[in-house]
């Protein structure tokens, strides 16, 4: 079935790195890929994106590209701030009306 | 604009008791999907509602039973609890014509079973 496989965390950064959050998906045809967001306390909300094949999805510097002949979806920003602390979930949505999600990423921005 | 609500933040129960969660989806929305999220696991798929149906149903067991009323609002209802119950219950709505895909999530209601 479908699913999606994005790495382990915690992933801890100074302020001012670069960061890249991995994420690989398994799907019959042709998903919808997306980046959630989940700030402590808060319901999770669409970070970026796409659609089909080599689209680029962006959204407060976060940026992600469909790669179909790898079948990932890597998140990367190039420097984060201690505002972008939270769980990071990729999620796909193939045939059918369910979105399928990731294990969740969780960031932590040290100042 | 008020978001998607829901409804209550928090409960706790015990073994074998029944619980009702609901959802009050995003102004001009008419679709309500129902997540189950463990601690430190993803969103995992319960059910969609459109037009008071269920439309599509993930791998929970009957147990688990919604409801979507005229206005969209939606129900979770869970029967015979169990302690692997305990989890955060998300709410995500979104509108059956939008060619994106977007959920909207709630902040989830909390339930604790003991």
């Known amino acids: 079935g479908d699913s999606v496989t994005q790495m382990e965390g915690p992933v801890t950064l100074s302020e001012e790195a670069f960061l890249t959050i991995n994420c690989t998906y398994t799907?019959?045809?042709?998903?919808?890929l997306f980046w959630y967001v989940q700030y402590p306390g808060e319901g999770l909300q669409l970070l970026l994106k796409?659609?089909?094949?080599?689209d680029k999805g962006s959204n407060k510097g976060f940026e992600a590209t469909y790669r179909k002949e790898t079948t990932s979806f890597h998140l990367e920003k190039g420097s984060v701030q201690v505002s972008d602390s939270a769980v990071y979930f990729c999620?796909?949505?193939?045939?059918?009306?369910?979105?399928?999600f990731g294990a969740g990423t969780r960031l932590f921005v040290k100042a | 604009d008020a978001g998607v609500t829901q409804s209550p933040t928090h409960l706790i129960k015990t073994r074998g008791q029944q619980v009702t969660l609901r959802c009050s989806p995003k102004?001009?929305?008419?679709?309500v999907s129902w997540y189950q999220q463990a601690l430190g696991q993803g969103p995992q798929f319960i059910f969609q509602?459109?037009?008071?149906?269920?439309?599509q149903r993930g791998n929970f067991p009957d147990r688990f039973s919604g409801h979507q009323f005229p206005n969209y609002s939606s129900e979770l209802n869970v029967n015979a609890l169990l302690l692997g119950d305990s989890a955060l219950y998300l709410c995500?709505?979104?509108?059956?014509?939008?060619?994106?895909?977007?959920?909207?999530f709630g902040e989830g209601s909390r339930l604790t079973v003991l």
């Open positions: 995500a709505s979104s509108f059956r014509h939008s060619n994106t895909g977007e959920l909207f």
């Open positions: 799907a019959t045809g042709y998903p919808s």
């Open positions: 796409a659609t089909k094949a080599d």
């Open positions: 999620a796909l949505r193939a045939g059918g009306f369910k979105t399928i």
């Open positions: 102004s001009g929305h008419d679709t």
């Open positions: 509602y459109y037009e008071e149906e269920e439309r």
